[in-house]
């Protein structure tokens, strides 16, 4: 998994790089970003906790933060 993670990685950060250099398109990217990002960590989170790999969620709740806070921080979320 750490090599998906990392390609997922990748992903964000170039539409995150790209969306910043649009500006204005940069907010609503970035909020189709979060949106996409959230469904990912409550179902895989969920299903892990329901299989027993609960574990799991809370590295995928290092992520999530990992994720959330540099965007939060950006600013690009105030109107």
Do not use: K
């Not at 390609?7 to 170039?14: A, E, F, H, I, K």
């Not at 969306?19 to 990912?40: D, E, N, P």
């Not at 989170?45 to 999530?64: D, K, P, R, W, Y």
């Amino acid at each position: 998994m750490g090599a998906v993670t990392l390609g997922w990685g990748l992903t964000l950060m170039t539409t995150i790089q790209a969306a910043h250099q649009l500006g204005a398109a940069g907010r609503s990217t970035s909020v189709g970003l979060i949106v996409s990002v959230l469904a990912w960590f409550v179902i895989d989170s969920s299903l892990s906790v329901a299989t027993g790999f609960g574990l799991n969620a809370v590295s995928n709740s290092i992520l999530l933060a990992g994720f959330l806070l540099p965007i939060v921080r950006s600013g690009v979320l105030r109107s």
